[in-house]
T-cell receptor
Framework: GAVVSQHPSWVICKSGTSVKIECRSLDFQATTMFWYRQFPKQSLMLMATSNEGSKATYEQGVEKDKFLINHASLTLSTLTVTSAHPEDSSFYIC????????????????FGQGTRLTVV | AQTVTQSQPEMSVQEAETVTLSCTYDTSENNYYLFWYKQPPSRQMILVIRQEAYKQQNATENRFSVNFQKAAKSFSLKISDSQLGDTAMYFCAFMKHSNDMRFGAGTRLTVKP
């Protein structure tokens, strides 16, 4: 099946620095990538939707200047947490639907392995 | 907006027995998709089972089956012959054509030996 590779799997950074998380679709082209955040013992909350070649769409309450999303190619989407603070510590997960037109394209999601971010 | 409700924060079951996890959702859409995902301690999201709303027949995947009640907007997961490896967080999820998923709060399932 389709694979989404997310990197890094975990990162520790100092408060005030920026961290970039990458998600790559390895065997298919992902025109769309969804970014979720999961706090401990909580559910996945959609943060934003990135679309190749256009601006990302952010969910209400998510600061677009703090969580920069770039989807410059059909196989790579990145999330940069800028000026990170301890409250940004969380688990971040990306997911992508397979290309439209495939049998699974209508209802499926392929998840990355997730990134555990700790801001100290 | 679509909401997904899982009213059981935690559940436990004896190995080899059957357990049912509840999920309800709210939507005005007629065509959509429902999922159950398993999240073990590794936190990798693993698809357990999925259901297309236009299909009346309940989906089944080996020991996992669902009871999909469209009118009641209910989508419960039944795990038969529970195994120790089934211990995990289980999330119910809703998706319409745009492919972004909305998740419930999750149910932590513990299978006891």
């Amino acid at each position: 099946g389709a694979v989404v590779s997310q990197h890094p799997s975990w990162v520790i950074c100092k408060s005030g620095t920026s961290v970039k998380i990458e998600c790559r679709s390895l065997d298919f082209q992902a025109t769309t990538m969804f970014w979720y955040r999961q706090f401990p013992k909580q559910s996945l909350m959609l943060m934003a939707t990135s679309n190749e070649g256009s601006k990302a769409t952010y969910e209400q309450g998510v600061e677009k200047d703090k969580f920069l999303i770039n989807h410059a190619s059909l196989t790579l989407s990145t999330l940069t947490v800028t000026s990170a603070h301890p409250e940004d510590s969380s688990f971040y997960i990306c997911s992508a639907p397979p290309p439209s037109g495939t049998a699974k394209g209508r209802f499926e999601a392929f998840f990355g392995q997730g990134t555990r971010l700790t801001v100290v | 907006a679509q909401t997904v409700t899982q009213s059981q924060p935690e559940m436990s079951v004896q190995e080899a027995e059957t357990v049912t996890l509840s999920c309800t959702y709210d939507t005005s859409e007629n065509n959509y998709y429902l999922f159950w995902y398993k999240q073990p301690p590794s936190r990798q999201m693993i698809l357990v089972i999925r259901q297309e709303a236009y299909k009346q027949q309940n989906a089944t995947e080996n020991r996992f089956s669902v009871n999909f009640q469209k009118a009641a907007k209910s989508f419960s997961l039944k795990i038969s012959d529970s195994q120790l490896g089934d211990t995990a967080m289980y999330f119910c999820a809703f998706m319409k054509h745009s492919n972004d998923m909305r998740f419930g709060a999750g149910t932590r399932l513990t299978v006891k030996p």
